[in-house]
């Protein structure tokens, strides 16, 4: 009995192990197609107008309405201490170093993310990753990587949309609503929003978080059972790994920042 309990757990570990081995040169094969992939630029760029364009509208409209929730709660919080003046620092601030490359990366993982799952899946699924391999087609140069990069590229851009509408939210809600003065909301703005520090937290987190969502997403597909449970599984993967990887490494991120 206990021999057995022993034997399927090696089988159970050695398996896991061979999983973290294939994501991992899955992994390096993406990066080293870096330069090729830019001699056909053509193929990333419709994969950021797939990823990044079509997930636009709900990035937007999330952007605009985090900005309006974010006004209201942060005026009513600065009013008790009278300094309701800074909103428009306290809503920037949040919005640029936190909010904005986080919920975008969980919005980014719930939409494109599965996206790119259920595409690469169903190729598998129909054979059309087989065929690429028999007709000597690298499908990792050709199908995953042009998504890759596409995701990497487009999450960053998608952030600083949700970025700039959370702002217009929170000014609409502070200024014309509540009756903050519209000049000091914009001039904290300018004066208290460090552009390297603060900004340029913003988009490392963005690019990293595009990076990891758009690398869980394609290793799911690619590595999904060939039939619809498995492909379904692998969709409901992605957005649970993609996001949980998402908030654990903004923890980290963040408390990597504050140190340096």
Known sequence: MMGQALRDLGFAVREKLAHIGYGARLLVRLLLTFKSSLQRFGLIRDQIHFLG???LVIIAFSGLFVGFVFGLQGYYTLQRYGSSEALGLLVALSLVRELGPVVTALLFAGRAGTSLTAEIGLMKAGEQISVMEMMAVDPVQRVLAP???GGVIAMPLLAAVFSAMGIVGGWVVGVVMIGVDSGSFWSQIQGGVDVWRDVGNGIIKSIIFGFTVTYVALLQGYVAQATPEGVAAATTRT???????????????TAMMFTI
Do not use: I, K
């Open 239 to 253: 957005v649970v790994m993609a996001s949980l990887s998402v908030l654990v490494m903004d923890f980290v991120l």
């Open 53 to 55: 364009n079509y997930s």
């Open 147 to 149: 998504r890759f990069w």
